[in-house]
């Protein structure tokens, strides 16, 4: 079972930038699509965004131009930039690992890890 550790989270004044950083355990790593999903106080979980084994990539239309989603296939490590924050990007944010269905859409095979709490606000 692949283990999953998010860091990078933190407290941000609005138009500010954080970095996410999620690395995983397991020798399967580059094989697999990951993706970076983010719950807020009241509200259910909400895929954010999702990059294929081919660095194909995949926002949610809250975030599109201002977050970017990569992958380091050496260091087993998926990242998040995150820009021009909003107070209602205020959450916290855990990675997954997974794969797309026959739409194309991502699916999510791995355990939720402990995520990353962050809280955007003056």
């Known amino acids: 079972q692949v283990q999953l550790v998010e860091s990078g989270g933190g407290l941000v004044q609005p138009g500010g930038s954080l970095k996410l950083s999620c690395a995983a355990s397991?020798?399967?790593?580059?094989?697999?699509?990951m993706a970076w999903y983010r719950q807020a106080p009241g509200k259910q979980r909400e895929l954010v965004a999702s990059?294929?084994?081919?660095?194909?990539?995949k926002y949610v239309d809250s975030v599109k131009g201002r977050f970017t989603i990569s992958r380091d296939n050496a260091k087993n490590t998926v990242y998040l930039q995150m820009n021009s924050l909003k107070p209602e990007d205020t959450a916290v944010y855990y990675c997954s690992l997974g794969g797309l269905d026959m739409f194309g859409f991502y699916y999510s095979r791995s355990s939720w890890g402990q995520g990353t709490q962050v809280t955007v606000s003056s």
């Open positions: 397991g020798s399967t790593f580059s094989h697999n699509a």
């Open positions: 990059i294929t084994s081919s660095f194909s990539t």
